[in-house]
């Protein structure tokens, strides 16, 4: 028997991922707005060391972590002052890897007066036991103090959790319930470095793994803790376990945000097709790596490498999608898996058939092909409320950020706060990667940040080895009337 937390929803959830259609991906190259009308665009803050999260604090400022540089930084968006709150030297940054200093979520009570000005950071460090995995992440709580204006007195409230190079995840996010919400990847496990390591997004903790503090199969799963830490004594309970675990079987969830109604929506990248828009619901199953976007078996199958005849070693140069993999490679189609608890996502970045071409010529210069599938590689999401000095029309939307084609989606929900509404607006397009996007308090101005290095695209659709705003918060400004 299941408990799950009690967050009731007027659509019943068999609908949830059915009623919304999958959007077809746009041809390469297909023009896309850098500066809608009556917006202005302007570069607020340059030289950060690849920014991560980032959110608008009660002081009226952009606090963000900065990944490689492992320090929680404030940046004034009104001239771009640039401070150091803290830097975090415990923290392990690989070179062009995922690990460093990640998540942040800010106490809806600092600056207030309540004595809980405490600001929470994910962050990964050295275990020092060596071995394939030497690495571990924590999710620690500082406190801010106003008057000199740095973070102090660090607690680390949870460590042990997965960690690798690839796919952490790590959206840190602060409840309406008063909890913390914190997304695990799958740890980048069947493909790439990790091709030989069995993806474990579907397996679940045990009782004893619980009780011992045991947090190794948290990869692919999206927690909820208390502020000290432990485990909500109302969260839900799956296959006959409580843990920290309040969502399952995802890939690399790097957005995450509530609207003003409590639903949590959630972006999931893709492998090869189907990034995905989810509403997250407690005690569900979101169905990576058996299923990408949605079950109909287009686009991509499960191959899992880690189970080769023969073993994986004398396979793993031929890696393919699912639809072609090697011989030897166990294959699951989308249709031959089922779990009762599967919640389909609300919108896709793109689907395809099986027919489609994802060796397009436009990116072959470095056989760079990745660059033209069909995802959007989405890295966060925030919700737009609107305002006096807002966008009209836009009231009630999801702004998503792609790191693959340097655009904002805008994705217009239904009355209800639920539904996606016909397709994703593709906004803002520069050849950057954008990494976050803030919105401020008034509606008028959508702050995105971006990447420091890695791959870009350009107008044609093939890749960009030079980024326009490495580094950078870039701010877009509504202005009406202009």
Not at 205 to 226: C, D, F, Q
Request: aromatic content about 10%; hydrophobic content about 35%.
């Amino acid at each position: 028997m299941k408990s799950t937390v009690a967050f009731t929803f007027a659509l019943p959830l068999i609908l949830i991922g059915a009623s919304a259609r999958s959007e077809l991906p746009p041809a390469a190259g297909a023009p896309v707005p850098a500066l809608p009308q009556h917006f202005e665009k302007a570069v607020v803050a340059t030289g950060l060391a690849n920014p991560h999260n980032m959110v608008f604090g009660p002081d009226g400022n952009l606090w963000l972590t900065e990944q490689i540089a492992k320090r929680i930084t404030r940046v004034d968006p009104r001239n771009g002052k640039i401070s150091v709150a803290v830097e975090i030297t415990d923290a392990v940054h690989s070179e062009d890897e995922q690990d460093g200093v990640l998540g942040l979520a800010l106490h809806p009570d600092l600056l207030k007066g309540k004595g809980r000005d405490y600001v929470y950071v994910s962050l990964t460090y050295a275990t020092g036991q060596g071995g394939e995995f030497p690495n571990r992440t924590a999710i620690r709580r500082y406190t801010y103090d106003a008057k000199s204006q740095k973070l102090v007195s660090p607690v680390d409230i949870i460590k042990g959790l997965p960690s690798a190079k690839d796919h952490q995840s790590a959206r840190l996010l602060f409840g309406p319930d008063q909890k913390l919400y914190y997304s695990i990847g799958d740890q980048g496990r069947n493909q790439l470095k990790y091709l030989c390591k069995l993806n474990q997004a579907q397996v679940l903790p045990t009782e004893a793994e619980v009780k011992s503090g045991n947090w190794e199969h948290y990869m692919g799963k999206i927690l909820r803790m208390n502020l000290d830490g432990s485990i909500p004594a109302d969260n839900p309970t799956i296959h006959g376990v409580k843990s920290h675990v309040y969502a399952w079987g995802i890939r690399n969830t790097q957005g995450m945000v509530f609207s003003p109604t409590g639903k949590l929506f959630a972006t999931d990248q893709g492998p090869n097709t189907d990034d995905e828009l989810n509403l997250i619901l407690p005690g569900r199953n979101y169905g990576w790596p058996y299923i990408a976007g949605r079950k109909d078996d287009a686009g991509y199958a499960y191959a899992n490498y880690s189970a080769a005849k023969g073993g994986c070693e004398n396979v793993k140069d031929t890696y393919t999608n699912g639809l072609k993999a090697p011989d030897g490679v166990p294959v699951t189609r989308e249709s031959e898996w089922s779990d009762p608890d599967l919640v389909e996502p609300l919108k896709t970045f793109f689907s395809v058939d099986n027919n489609y071409d994802f060796a397009n010529k436009v990116c072959a210069e470095k056989d760079l092909y990745y660059i033209c599938w069909p995802t959007i590689a989405p890295s966060s999401v925030a919700y737009y409320r609107g305002g006096k000095q807002g966008v009209p029309g836009w009231e009630n939307s999801l702004l998503i950020t792609s790191l693959k084609r340097g655009v904002l989606y805008r994705v217009q929900l239904d009355p209800t706060g639920t539904l996606p509404l016909g397709d994703a607006q593709p906004l803002f397009r520069s050849v950057n990667r954008y990494r976050e996007v803030v919105v401020s308090p008034d509606g008028s101005t959508i702050y995105v940040a971006t990447d420091t290095n890695h791959l870009g695209t350009t107008d044609a659709g093939s890749a960009a080895f030079k980024l326009e705003n490495p580094g950078s918060i870039i701010a877009f400004k509504y202005s009406q009337g202009k």
